[in-house]
């Protein structure tokens, strides 16, 4: 099977594409590396005033609310909306990229703050080498602060994916190939796009396209030990969440539970659900030591382990399982094993992460 990522779509006005660079020339310039590295990020050295936070719960009340999820409804970006942001393709992991500065480095700042006041679990001792080893809680973002995350990346990620059981031959998945090329073509977008096709066997098959990125966020703390990390591991598809706000009260409510939870093995969704089909790993900060997310595997394509340094305001984008508890559904074209690796020197790590959200197709 041919790698699937497709060049890329065409951009938006103001926007440009350089071989596997992706560039919005009407945003203000990103910091320089010289601003970054003299950030502070340790705890004590971050010092701003924040909005007030509060927990979230869920609107289903199916789910009970799990220690710390929290809600910060009038938390801001401050540089909205002139960022610009940049994608490039990480050599050697097919589907994987970065996304050069998504924060301003005082909006991760703020962010890294708001997360210490809101307050981390503290990692479980842990009982297996799998069990994550970190410190976690989960960020429900209210729907304007989600919108205007999304929107500084929207135009750089697949804005379709197709998807395809592997049962079907690679004739008529080159076929399906060739007519996806066509009707890109008839509408405009041209070889250059970003859509993706992918396998994934047992999933439901058809068009799914891009939303934005998921209000159910989780931020990660590892400490600069030597031993707190998140071995490898794959993240599955989450189904797509946004924050209901009433009366004072947020509450995170999903789509696609009923996609999720069917247990007689039929996919079962409602138009309109979402399903992530990526990871968005944002990196809040630096000024520690390791701490590198590692890119170890991607089905078919086995490269080595291919490294990565936080930067900062940068976030890294990677493919998921579609997997969601069912066993039908192992893993999938382009998703990627990967670990994050223990943190040393004097500051914590701090990452948070989300998926990015697509509109399941029209349910039969
Ligand atoms: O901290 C990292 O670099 C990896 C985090 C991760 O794998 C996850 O959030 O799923
Ligand atoms: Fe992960």
């Known amino acids: 099977m041919q790698a699937a990522v497709r060049a890329s779509r065409r951009p938006p006005a103001g926007v440009s594409h350089q071989g596997s660079i992706w560039r919005c020339h009407q945003h203000a310039r990103r910091p320089t590396r ?33 220690e710390g999820m929290w809600c910060a409804p009038s938390f801001q970006l401050t540089e909205t909306p002139e960022r610009e942001v940049v994608r490039e393709a990480v050599s050697g992991v097919p589907g994987a990229f970065h996304l050069r500065g998504v924060l301003g480095i005082d909006e991760a700042a703020r962010i890294v703050s708001l997360a210490e006041r809101m307050g981390f679990v503290e990692a479980e001792e842990p009982t297996t080498s799998e069990d994550r080893q970190n410190d976690a809680l989960s960020w429900a973002l209210h729907d304007s602060l989600c919108n205007t995350l999304s929107s500084r990346v929207l135009f750089a ?43 994934a066997d047992g999933a439901p098959e058809g068009m799914h396209r891009l939303v934005g990125l998921n209000a159910r966020c989780r931020i990660y703390r590892y400490a600069a030990d030597g031993k707190q990390r998140f071995p490898p591991h794959f993240d599955d598809v989450w189904p ?53 997310t590692a890119l170890l595997s991607s089905e078919d394509e086995p490269q080595g382990e291919v490294l990565i340094s936080p930067t900062c305001g940068d976030a890294l984008c990677f493919g ?45």
């Open 34 to 66: 010289s601003a970054r590295g003299s950030q502070s990020t340790s705890r004590s050295a971050i010092s701003c005033s924040l909005p007030p936070y509060q927990p979230c719960g869920y609107v289903n009340p199916d789910h009970a609310a799990p």
């Open 157 to 199: 990620l697949p804005s379709t994916v197709r998807t395809y059981n592997g049962a079907r031959g690679d004739a008529e998945v080159d076929e399906m190939e060739r007519i996806e090329e066509t009707r890109r073509m008839l509408m405009g977008a041209g070889k250059d796009s970003t859509a993706m096709i992918r396998r």
């Open 240 to 292: 797509g969440a946004r924050v209901f706000e009433q009366d004072g009260k947020c509450e995170l409510g999903y789509s696609g539970w009923t996609y999720a939870a069917s247990k007689e093995g039929k996919w079962a969704w409602q138009t309109g659900d979402s399903v992530s089909h990526l990871t968005m790993l944002l990196y809040l900060n630096e000024g520690f030591s390791d701490g590198e």
């Open 320 to 364: 998921q399982t579609f997997r969601l508890g069912r066993d039908a559904v192992d893993d999938s074209q382009y998703a990627v094993l990967h670990e994050g690796l223990p943190v040393t020197g004097s500051h914590p790590k701090y990452v948070l992460r989300t998926d990015v959200l697509y509109e399941l197709p029209e349910s039969s």
